[in-house]
């Protein structure tokens, strides 16, 4: 089964945030202080989760990536996780994280059947880091990367969110990196979520980063995979890793896109940066498939076309990224 959005876009990929808490508070997605804890009947329950998954399958969702807040804080999550995977028809199951406590769990979600790993890593420098994720521990960022290659994960993406004069100074250092290691460096450039005087001075477009990058290395662009997500992937000759442009606000990929999200409140949305949303609670509480699966059709067929964020500005209303999962 294929489900197609009203503009001809097969709609096969559900990012589902199993909780909007995290364990770092990165500046460009958290603020510091000051977020009310959602009470525990107000998140999705795991059969809650489960149920939402099974009939975003169903009805043709063929990759689901598991967000947050941070997915890996949540207790219980290599269950659930060994569960999802179960489900008939679902080909892709992947997850993103911030890496604190991969060292530790990197076997368990690799046993529960998640195949491919995302790790969000802005800074090779430990004070860099520890100031963008206000108090972040890069060593233990680096352990879980590795610790993932030693389960048996192919090399995580690496997601790094390139600010200027914050660390647009370690582009090459990252690009440097794929010479020697099989990871894929994709590069996201920030994206304001929350309206503050002055967010575009942060802003370097995916056009300037691959030019600063193509100042040092010649870059081949390649084919894109199954699954791929909206970066546009380039390698270094003879590199082991790759290298992705992700350009959510220069250049709209939304003629491509292929997603839904979902939070972990059971919040339902067909674009990032739309304000629309929808209760599924209402369908979960008690559960009622036909309900769901008709309320997540019409989510799909009501998809905007695009989004209208641009440097000049923004017209969607504050959100936090940790609540709806990046
Ligand atoms: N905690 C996990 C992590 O950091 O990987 C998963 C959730 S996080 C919200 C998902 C992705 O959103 C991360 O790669 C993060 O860098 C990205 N993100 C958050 N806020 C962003 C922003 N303002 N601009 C661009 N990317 C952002
Ligand atoms: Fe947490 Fe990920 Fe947001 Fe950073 S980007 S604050 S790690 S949810």
Same mark, same amino acid.
């Given at each position: 089964?294929?489900?197609?959005?009203?503009?001809?876009?097969?709609?096969?990929?559900?990012?589902?945030?199993?909780?909007?808490?995290?364990?770092?508070?990165?500046?460009?997605?958290?603020?510091?202080?000051?977020?009310? #804890? #959602?009470?525990? =009947?107000a998140m999705l329950s795991y059969e809650e989760l489960l149920l939402i998954a099974e009939t975003a399958v169903?009805?043709?969702?063929?990759?689901?990536?598991?967000?947050?807040?941070?997915? &890996?804080?949540?207790?219980?999550?290599?269950?659930?996780?060994?569960?999802?995977?179960?489900?008939?028809?679902?080909?892709?199951?992947?997850?993103?994280?911030?890496? &604190?406590?991969?060292? /530790?769990?990197?076997?368990?979600?690799?046993?529960?059947?998640?195949?491919?790993?995302?790790?969000? &890593?802005?800074?090779?420098?430990?004070?860099?880091?520890? =100031?963008?994720?206000?108090?972040?521990?890069?060593?233990?960022?680096?352990?879980?990367? /590795?610790?993932?290659?030693?389960?048996?994960?192919?090399?995580?993406?690496?997601?790094?969110?390139?600010?200027?004069?914050?660390? /647009?100074?370690?582009?090459?250092?990252?690009?440097?990196?794929?010479?020697?290691?099989?990871?894929?460096?994709?590069?996201?450039?920030?994206?304001?979520?929350?309206?503050?005087?002055?967010?575009?001075r942060f802003c370097i477009s995916g056009e300037e980063i691959l030019q600063r990058i193509a100042a040092s290395y010649r870059l081949e662009p390649l084919d894109k995979g199954a699954f791929a997500g909206p970066s546009r992937d380039f390698r270094i000759p003879g590199a082991r890793g790759s290298i992705g442009i992700i350009t959510a606000v220069s250049g709209h990929f939304c003629s491509d896109c292929n997603r839904i999200r979902v939070t972990s409140a059971g919040q339902a949305k067909g674009c990032l940066f739309s304000d629309e949303r929808t209760d599924l609670v209402p369908y979960l509480r008690p559960p009622d498939r036909e309900q769901l699966a008709e309320v997540l059709r019409k989510i799909v067929a009501t998809k905007p076309e695009h989004h209208s964020i641009t440097t000049e500005g923004y017209a969607h209303q504050n959100f936090t990224m940790s609540q709806i999962g990046g």
């Open positions: 089964m294929q489900l197609t959005d009203s503009i001809g876009r097969n709609i096969n990929y559900l990012r589902l945030s199993v909780t909007d808490r995290c364990n770092m508070r990165c500046f460009y997605c958290m603020p510091a202080a000051g977020i009310a #804890k #959602k009470t525990h =009947d169903s009805l043709g969702i063929e990759k689901i990536r598991i967000t947050g807040g941070e997915p &890996l804080v949540r207790s219980g999550i290599i269950d659930f996780l060994a569960k999802l995977a179960t489900i008939p028809g679902l080909r892709h199951v992947a997850l993103t994280t911030n890496g &604190l406590l991969l060292e /530790d769990l990197a076997v368990g979600l690799y046993k529960s059947g998640v195949q491919r790993l995302n790790i969000s &890593l802005d800074s090779l420098s430990p004070h860099t880091f520890s =100031d963008i994720t206000r108090g972040g521990d890069l060593n233990k960022v680096l352990a879980g990367l /590795d610790a993932a290659e030693r389960a048996g994960f192919p090399p995580p993406k690496i997601n790094v969110v390139v600010m200027r004069g914050v660390n /647009d100074s370690e582009i090459l250092n990252f690009a440097t990196m794929t010479l020697s290691h099989g990871n894929s460096i994709r590069f996201i450039e920030y994206m304001p979520v929350v309206k503050e005087d002055g967010w575009q």
